[in-house]
């Protein structure tokens, strides 16, 4: 035991922090729960801890305040020694910043440091937590070696699973002293006076017994992290839709069918039915599903949803404001130089064309700094590439029509359209069509 306290790669003071695993996932788990797809990462760097909590303090007040007391505790342990660690992340390993190694954490840190993420500043709560679960592997790996014992013969757990029972997790003052005690022998003798001896062999014997007996190795592989609202749109979605269940247009008269529905509702129940579905498919991904049931079977019986709705035609409010910028006078104007010649059924057509083009192609989140950053990107190059390779099964060849207006998007000049326009373009081309039906 003395051999592997004294290695220099695992201390003392590591393993008694892992007594604050348990609060610091459990306050992890709450606060993605709450926050996970309704923040984006700026909103959560303004929204401060003390806030965090403030929201809490009528139903899980004393339980928060608890799980973040063991995260304060824990970060302020090992905080110094977590600069230049490594943190394997898909592969490759990702380092803290000496900015966020020596940062304080309390009520007034921003929550998107204690929101688990791999990059940015979630990787603090990351780190903490992996760094702690670490040395816990570590530790047991030289217990093993130690005691001849296989490492891989221990009992595996993943960190969603994690309990209290898996952990070496000791308090010094309310675990160890008390063994101590107990195996401390007192006598007095009338020459050498009081004599205190230690029953170190079954000191030894009873810490092991207690706190390394059946502690498991954690599985890092699958930490949870937090999921920020325009890290997983509808493009990232309907992609990991289709390699699941070939998707396919639905036809005019069920499309019709759905917009007459559509016009019988609130503009509260829309909403309402927009999130209902996004929950849907958010599960329909995951599932093994037979390609010719009804989505109304699964978001009811499965999914035990009785309200549904299948559109999210005219909906902006997920779309990243990087395509929401405004067209100039330039943009517009060539702009309605080419929808003016288009007849009302071509003016429909584009119109759903370019909401899915918007939706399944151009807003996909960049995943690190080589992504293509897409609202610099040509429409025209944009719309293109959407044609070439469409998202739907079975689909009808593109009508000539739309070939000679996407080849006669502005590509130069004042008047070139980049997808950072799309909103506007769309809200454009609507407007065009909701005039000419009017005439």
């Known amino acids: 035991m003395n051999k592997i306290r004294k290695n220099g790669q695992i201390r003392e003071h590591f393993l008694r922090a892992l007594r604050f695993v348990p609060g610091i996932i459990k306050l992890q788990k709450i606060l993605i729960k709450k926050y996970s797809r309704r923040l984006d990462r700026a909103e959560a760097l303004g929204l401060t801890m003390s806030k965090v909590l403030m929201e809490f303090k009528d139903t899980q007040s004393s339980e928060i305040m608890s799980c973040w007391n063991d995260f304060k505790q824990a970060w302020e342990n090992i905080q110094q020694f977590i600069e230049g660690y490594g943190f394997r992340v898909h592969g490759k390993f990702v380092f803290l910043s000496k900015e966020n190694c020596r940062r304080r954490i309390d009520e007034g840190t921003s929550i998107g440091y204690v929101l688990p993420s791999e990059r940015d500043s979630g990787l603090c709560s990351y780190a903490l937590i992996f760094f702690l679960l670490e040395k816990q592997n570590l530790f047991l790996d030289k217990y093993c070696n130690q005691r001849k014992i296989k490492y891989d013969s221990l009992p595996k757990v993943k960190v969603e699973n994690l309990s209290a029972a898996d952990l070496i997790s000791y308090h010094p003052g309310r675990d160890l002293f008390p063994m101590i005690l107990a195996n401390c022998n007192v006598s007095f003798e009338h020459v050498q006076g009081k004599k205190v001896e230690y029953n170190f062999t079954n ?23 937090v ?4 890290e997983t749109t509808n493009a990232v979605v309907f992609l990991q839709l289709r390699d699941r269940l070939k ?3 639905i036809s005019v008269p069920v499309l019709s069918q759905i917009q007459n529905d559509l016009n019988q509702k609130t503009f509260q129940e829309l909403c309402d039915s927009i999130d209902i579905l996004d929950i849907a498919i958010s599960f329909l991904k995951s599932f093994d599903s037979d390609p010719e049931s009804l989505l109304s079977d699964f978001m009811i019986n499965i999914l035990t949803i009785d309200d549904y709705l299948v559109s999210q035609k005219g909906s902006f ?10 067209l100039s006078e330039d943009q517009r104007y060539a702009l309605y130089e080419l929808l003016n010649n288009l007849q009302i059924e071509q003016l429909d057509y584009l119109s759903k064309m370019i909401f899915d083009c918007l939706m399944l192609t151009i807003d996909m989140p960049q ?13 025209k190059d944009a719309v293109e590439s959407y044609l070439f390779d469409p998202p739907y099964e079975c689909n009808a060849p593109t009508p000539d029509w739309l070939h000679i207006f996407v080849n006669a998007l502005p590509e130069d000049g004042d008047s070139r359209l980049l997808c950072c326009h799309v909103v506007e373009t769309w809200i454009t081309i609507h407007k065009t069509l909701a005039h000419k039906r009017i005439r």
Do not use: C, N, P, W
């Open 367 to 379: 995943q690190d700094e080589e992504s293509v950053d897409m609202s610099k990107v040509g429409l």
């Open 317 to 326: 409010h997920s779309i990243s404001s990087a395509f929401s910028q405004k």
């Open 203 to 225: 000191l030894e014997k009873q810490i092991m017994d207690r706190f390394l007996f059946t502690k498991s190795v954690i599985l890092l592989k699958e930490i949870e992290t």
């Open 247 to 249: 998707q396919e247009r």
């Open 227 to 230: 999921v920020y609202r325009f």
